[in-house]
């Protein structure tokens, strides 16, 4: 491969395994890390990059030949909420600047993460969140600078993303990753959200296959443009709680809703992903059961078989 990759938002809970997965699939040296940090880890290729700073990103891209493009840097939903204004201008505005200095670039393709955010809880696109209305609008953006300028920009709208390596930060199904580390570390944990608050989940090996996987199809399947549905398992904090009880049987949990509840009350317990395995042959490979085993393994509390 001559060309090179570039993943922005390197350090957080979706890029951290992207990064990892792109490496492994296109080598250590194709791939550039990308974060607001000051450094990530030695492990390959880094750059300090904040998404305001169109110059440096343009300059990146131009002179490190890359083609690919991952976009992952966003305040998540709960956040959003505490700083709206700094999410819309994070979410927005880091967008734009990519897609305008992709265009100038002539930058292959781009991946953008959107979110089951962008829904009501009828699945209606409704979003009642500063993270799901920049989430919304970036889609229609994304699919404008397809029409009008023939970047080829993909884009899915993921569930609660659970994952044992990079914690997530800020959104509202942040909930699915603390109960592991607490039920692993203290034995206990105290939900933000109600016993009974089913909502989309899915688990990162899944997430990061179904990235791959989207900017791997032919762009003559690719039938959405704005974001594909994504979808792999639903469950409550109830039902997760007595899955990880069946491996750790002392494990109790306490509900103590926060502000947080009203984002989930808002959000549908399902979405409809047929397009994605229609299109580009979508299938998950983990439910509730087998992600709990595997997080829990990860965590170092089941042996490996
Ligand atoms: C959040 O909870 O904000 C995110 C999401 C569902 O996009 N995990």
Redesign the pocket.
């Known amino acids: 491969m001559k060309y090179a990759i570039l993943v922005i938002g390197a350090c957080g809970q979706l890029g951290t395994e992207l990064t990892r997965a792109l490496r492994k699939k296109h080598g250590w040296k194709s791939v550039i890390a990308a974060d607001i940090h000051p450094a990530m880890d030695a492990e390959g290729l880094y750059v300090q990059l904040d998404v305001f700073n169109k110059k440096k990103l343009a300059y990146i891209i131009a002179h490190r030949g890359v083609k690919q493009l991952y976009h992952l840097a966003a305040v998540?939903?709960?956040l959003g909420e505490q700083n709206p204004a700094k999410a819309w201008d994070v979410n927005m505005q880091g967008l734009l600047n990519v897609l305008e200095v992709a265009k100038e670039n002539k930058v292959w393709q781009v991946f953008w993460p959107s979110?089951?955010?962008v829904f009501d809880k009828n699945g209606e696109l409704n979003p009642s969140t500063v993270?799901g209305i920049s989430k919304a609008a970036g889609e229609y953006w994304c699919r404008y600078y397809f029409e009008k300028h023939g970047l080829d920009v993909r884009s899915l709208r993921?569930?609660?993303?659970i994952s044992h390596r990079a914690k997530?930060g800020?959104?509202?199904?942040?909930y699915a990753v603390e109960i592991f580390h607490e039920a692993v570390n203290k034995g206990s944990y105290d939900c933000f959200l109600n016993r009974k608050s089913t909502l989309p989940m899915m688990y990162m090996p899944d997430a990061v296959r179904a990235a791959l996987e989207l900017m791997d199809a032919p762009a003559a399947s690719i039938s959405v443009r704005t974001a594909y549905n994504l979808a792999a398992m639903s469950f409550s904090p109830q039902e997760l709680a007595t899955e990880i009880k069946r491996h750790l049987p002392d494990f109790e949990m306490a509900c103590n809703p926060d502000f947080s509840q009203a984002i989930a009350n808002n959000w549908p317990v399902s979405v409809s992903d047929y397009r994605a395995r229609r299109d580009w042959g979508w299938q998950e490979e983990y439910d509730i059961a087998r992600m709990t085993e595997d997080m829990l393994v990860n965590l170092g509390q089941k042996e490996l078989c």
Not at 158 to 161: A, D, H, T, V
Not at 170 to 174: E, P, V
Request: no cysteine; net charge negative; charged share 5%.
């Open positions: 998540l939903s709960a979110s089951i955010a993270y993921y569930p609660g993303l997530p800020g959104g509202t199904t942040d």
